[in-house]
């Protein structure tokens, strides 16, 4: 048997290159025919040759077709007759290659799908199977390159020409086997198997190809596939698969973005996990199936993309983009893991109101992000934003931060001490450090809580307690001791929370409005009498711009007077210190004389004490008294004598007899009485001679007294 089957195929072989040998002889006589007597003849493409080929199709020409052929050969030019020959000539040149030899021509830019209808063997293909890989009828696993093809005979074969699989730059094709292997059932995708990239169906199919949606696809590129086998999706025809074109691109992740992956396909996550873990070596999820291999789960994935074009299968991950996080300047970002390795405490013994973890791990992060764009996986982590700058909080509805962390903040209602109810704004400002700040929410959990459960309490607590030791006009004219207080004790209160209080301030404080009516009037009153002193001040510095304005028009003659003062005062000086040089002349000049006058005393007295220790005091004295008489020319007897001798006439005598002398007088020097003693009319002792006594007053010398 298998003799004659080898004996039936050479003779084949031999038939077929005998006729292969006529065929190429007759179209060369039908090309030269054609060329020299024919100028306009229609040549019929592979597809029609084809066609014809396969369905048999060999009828007659209708005569009215021949009569209008006729009738353009005509008008032509050009004997219709006799192009009859030419006709049947050519049509047996084709028909009998085409039939006998079974020729199967495949364009430069086609594929051959061959369906063998029948076996002499009468072989069908296995259960399940769809495509023939030993000869057994059906559709045929090996495809027809472009060229000419021998022993395709139409009763036996039916060859189908696809356009070739062209895939523009910038987008992909998707893959779907119609048959192979089936799918294990925890997978989606059909495996990679190394196929020439589908264009070798038999290498699929004995590698081990799965039917169905393919992992593997078809990025930009002209493919030759077996389209009876591989359906192939692309841009072009994707709305008819139930797909948009846009998934058929190459993914574009834009610039300051981040792309979260969700795979489809892959092992399960394991329990109490939210995303896969990190899988290395699938290069950014565009091979699949190391993804798949490495142990990748299916659902959302720690890792991320960065911005770039990627070949990636829409059938194995989903991308939604995010844009990066962004840390603004004055701000940290405090990382709350909720992916990666088990949690380790590193914030020490002393932080004992919660835990911090390192990078990687699961916690709140023990550093920061600090200002700029980090391309973080937002869905697996969250990051708390804290201000590192100073951060005003009003305590009030009229303001509001653009932090809006103060949007729930309002006045504080305060009752003071007199049982007055009033509002009170406060502006706390609060300053949180860069290595506080992972402490402060793992302690709160967020900066809201900071404000809502620690600085609100505490702030409102301490102005209600302040406010019930004060009256209400206490605690306005004082408020400036009430807010040194309260910024002292809320910097305490905060410092147990790794908060910095920097300063609390009293803003509006609203009173009831009849303690504010007297206030106000109290404050007019106030501003009245300041306005008073305004214009009494206004009226005083006018006089005085008057008297200054008097003193300027007299103010040579003020000069010449300042002048003349100055002069004066400088005589009287130098008078004043001449009549202290004449007093202090006639001070010495007396302490002189006086010092002259005691030495002269002296001098006598100690001539007397000599005298009277020569002479005795009755002898001394009696020389002096004859001495002084002598030198003095004393009378010792009056030219007139006045006594009252019983005569009445006394004094007029006396009188008449000194005129007389007087007149009579001879030019003597009269001597004068050393004491000129008053005459009285009295009468005088006498001595026992009937003399009048000499009575003698001589000098006494007070300092010997």
Known sequence: ?????????????????????????????????????????????????????????????????????????????????????????????????????????????????????????????????????????????????????????????????????????????????ADGKSNPPERILGKIVDCDNFQDARKFLTQGGEKGRQMSFLTAGTYRINTALFKVITAANASSHGMS????????????????????????????EIAGRVITGHDNFQNGQKFIDAGGQRGLQEQVLLSGSWNLNPWLVNIEQVPMTEIPIGYVGVVISFVGKEHEDVSGASFTHGNLVNQGHKGVWVEPLYPGKHPLNTKVMKIELVPTTNIVLNFTERISGKHGYDTNLQALKLLSFDGFTFDLEIFQIIHIGASDAPKVISRLGSMQNVIDQVLRPIVGNYFRNSAQEYTILDFLTARSERQVEASEYVKSALRAYDVQAVDSLIGLITPPDELMHTLTDRKIAEEKRKTYEVQQMAQTQRQQLVRETALADIQEEMVQSEQSVQIADLKAQAQIKQANGEAEGTKLRAIAE????????????????????????????????????????????????????????GLVDGLLSLILWNQTGKGELTPTPLHPQPVVNQAQPTTENGLPPILVNFPIDKQHQ
């Open 245 to 272: 074109p846009q998934q058929l691109h190459i993914y574009e992740i834009a610039a300051e973005k981040v792309g979260i992956v969700t795979t489809l396909d892959g092992s399960a996550i394991a329990a109490g």
């Open 594 to 649: 006086a010092e002259g006058i005691r030495a002269t005393g002296n001098a006598k007295a100690e001539t007397y004490q000599a005298g009277v220790e020569a002479l005795g005091s009755h002898g001394y004295t009696a020389m002096q008294l004859m001495q002084i008489i002598g030198d003095r020319n004393v009378r010792l007897i009056p030219d007139v004598l006045v006594g009252s001798n019983g005569s009445n006439n």
């Open 1 to 177: 048997m298998k003799s004659f089957s080898s004996l039936l195929g050479t003779l084949k072989q031999n038939k077929l290159a005998n006729l292969a040998t006529s065929i190429v002889a007759a179209l060369a006589i039908a090309g030269s025919i054609h060329s020299s007597s024919a100028t306009s003849v229609k040549i019929n493409t592979p597809q029609e040759i084809n066609s014809a080929s396969v369905q048999l199709n060999h009828t007659t020409p209708n005569i009215v077709q021949l009569k209008t052929s006729k009738i353009q050969f005509q008008t032509a030019g050009i004997d219709g007759f006799a192009l009859v020959p030419i006709v049947l000539i050519g049509g047996l040149v084709i028909f009998v290659p085409l039939f006998f030899g079974g020729l199967v021509v495949i364009g430069e830019r086609e594929v051959g799908i061959v369906v063998r209808k029948f076996t002499l063997s009468g072989r069908g293909l296995p259960a399940g199977s769809l495509i023939a890989l030993n000869g057994e009828a059906g559709l045929q696993a090996d495809t027809l390159a472009p060229g000419w093809h021998w022993g395709y005979w139409p009763w036996q074969y039916s060859v189908k020409k696809e356009s070739i699989i062209v895939i523009p730059q910038g987008e992909i094709a998707l893959i779907v086997a």
